[in-house]
């Protein structure tokens, strides 16, 4: 296990509030600003369109989990489970192989945190370009003012898509709409939008270093094969243009050491030193590499190692995420949009009516976890003359309805077994759903007429 530092001297890692810029024209096939940033792009996509279009979100009022086109059902705890351990696990592998990456590459926080500081300082740049007349004190007050409104749109924005992961995104507009502050879900948006608010105006890259766990996750993940940022200048090559430090989002000076827990693995510094030394004609000192190998991945033959399976541990966590993500593929392929759950009510083992005819009362339990409508019939095999009553069939049952009811099946006591019946209760469901047939029992009085069959297991009421 790596042991991760903070900056020498600190006792709080302390990012640049802002002012930083990436390197110019990094030499071709190190550009990691620019793939850092397309992938940026994509990810903020992905986070708005997750919970917008249902593709992955936790709706706590209508308790359900929605991942990947299944509405999952509170209920369905096995497939809950399959999920969060494939994320867990997922998470882990990502630690454990490639560090802090996605501290840098994927993560929301990083991302508008950049974003935010990005802009800051584009609108210093043109309030004092654009109104060069006015006093200093005035172009910061206009570039401060533009700034913390267009931060407070954002925030608004930002914390509507962070709330829909956990509430129905219509519903929340329309709680935005009317100015909601009294019910959880317009007090969850408001406290929301200020938390996001103070963040991507004060704390941005903080956040990483003093409240993130992932960073001190990734500290205790982190071993000899870990990807870092390594530094290396065995023959004094560092011109000490201080270009890394410069560049560095997080503040640090990577030359100090390459296991600094600030250190988010963005590549930034690995541009900016093989800009200026390739200028010289020299290779960069600071790279991509294997931990504590030095070897960057240019420098691994096998694919796989390139790719950062270089032990057995590794592959390991590999094949359990794969394993997650198989058991999590069948069993979602395998579900039944339509629940039908059938169960005998002996609180009374039979009931006679006035006319002489046997009644066994059953539960249904009926769920409609598709998409579109469902219609319930059932039959009655094994039982001569048998009919249901106490329900309307067929059952019409809406997306996302539950339905619990009681009802009798009713035979003529002359037309069966005394004692135990054994019965099938058969549901066909529309559209067309295969469901198994519920195998049952129905009890009837041991005294009648044609008691030479069965004996009864149970006693009468
Ligand atoms: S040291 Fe380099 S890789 Fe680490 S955060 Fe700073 S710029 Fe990014
Ligand atoms: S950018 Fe490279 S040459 Fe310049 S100070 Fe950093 S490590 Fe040294």
Known sequence: MTELQTNPGTTAPAP???????????LPGTNYHRLRKTIHVICVVIFITLPLLNIMRFDIPRQRFYFFGAELWINEFGIIFLSLMFCLFLVTAMAMIYGRMYCSYLC?????????????????????KRFIDLAVGTRIFISRSFFYAILLVASVFLAFIFISYFVEPRDLVHRLAHLDIKTAGGIAGAVTTLLTLIDFAFLRQRFCTTVCPYGYLQGILADKNTLLIDY???????????????????????????????????GECIDACSTVLGKLGKPTLIDYAWGATGLTVGQENAWYRKLGLRDAKRVIILLLVVLYASALYIAISMRQPVLVRIAPDRTNLYTIDNQHFVHNKFRLQ?????????????????????????????????????????FEIIADPSKVAPGVNYIHIVPQLSPDQKVEPFAETFIAPMDTPQSTTQQPTESKP
């Open 108 to 128: 929301p926080q990083m991302i508008f945190s950049e974003a935010s500081v990005t802009l800051e300082d584009k609108l210093k740049r043109w309030v004092n």
């Open 232 to 266: 290396r200048d065995e023959t004094k090559m560092c011109i000490k243009c201080l270009k890394c430090v410069r560049v560095c989002p997080m503040g640090i000076d990577i030359r100090d050491s390459s296991h600094q827990i600030e250190c988010t693995h963005c």
């Open 366 to 406: 009926l769920s409609n976890r598709g998409h579109s409508d469902t219609t319930l019939n059932l039959a009655i095999q094994g039982l001569a003359d048998a009919h249901i009553i106490g329900l309307q069939l067929p059952l019409t049952l809406k997306p996302g309805a539950v339905e619990q009811q009681e």
């Open 16 to 26: 640049p509030r802002k002012k930083y810029a990436p390197a110019k024209d990094p």
